[in-house]
């Protein structure tokens, strides 16, 4: 015969689910999201790639007449050190967040924001002392939409910093995890990234 089934055995609660291994899945879904956008955003640095590469391989006359272009300057080479450099800044400031120094995670992560700020700051200073504007040609046109684009997503990456940094003031906010500082920290990298060949395209490019 077969041993009947204690009542105590029905009122036993079901297992509940790892709270670590929810957090793990809610990241993995969110950076997968987060990188899926990063495709389309390089998608369309890309196509903005591929017609400066055409036009300039392809243009009779890529300068108008007494129009330089942009040049290699010494406020440029700054700017672009502080930005790139701001990824090794962004870096520290996630992996001191992983180790919960939220003194150490602030300073670094602001420390990011005010170097994207100073490279906002000297682009617009360097578009105020060019000798050509939007309409000037075709370098115009494309100096000043890979440049405009790629500080858009500058400004937007200093928004979504000052979001995190608000949101570490919360009491227990990243106790549950930090995905959203990861992927700021990825998207901050992505704009170093593509800063690399827009600098390339339009500046090296143009000095030689």
């Given at each position: ?201 339009l500046y090296l490019w143009q000095a030689t």
């Open positions: 015969m077969e041993s009947p089934i204690h009542p105590n055995h029905l009122q036993q609660p079901l297992p509940q689910p790892d709270g670590s291994a929810h957090i793990e899945d809610e990241r993995s879904k969110v950076m997968f999201g987060f990188t899926i956008f990063l495709l389309s955003e390089s998608i369309i640095f890309v196509s903005f790639f591929v017609t400066l590469i055409a036009l300039k391989l392809t243009a009779h006359q890529w300068l108008p007449p007494g129009v330089s272009g942009p040049e290699i300057t010494t406020p440029v080479i700054i700017n672009t050190v502080v930005l790139l450099s701001s990824s090794i800044v962004i870096y520290f400031a996630e992996r001191a967040l992983e180790r919960n120094h939220l003194g150490k995670f602030r300073l670094l992560w602001l420390t990011t924001s005010a170097m994207g700020a100073y490279f906002l700051v000297g682009e617009i200073k360097e578009w105020l002392g060019l000798n050509f504007g939007v309409s000037t040609g075709l370098v115009g046109a494309t100096f000043y939409l890979l440049t405009g684009f790629h500080g858009l997503h500058v400004t937007a990456g200093i928004i979504l910093q000052m979001i995190m940094l608000a949101r570490s003031f919360i009491p227990g906010n990243y106790n549950h995890g930090r995905y959203g500082v990861s992927a700021v920290s990825l998207f901050w990298h992505f704009v170093d990234a593509i800063w690399i060949f827009v600098f390339s395209l």
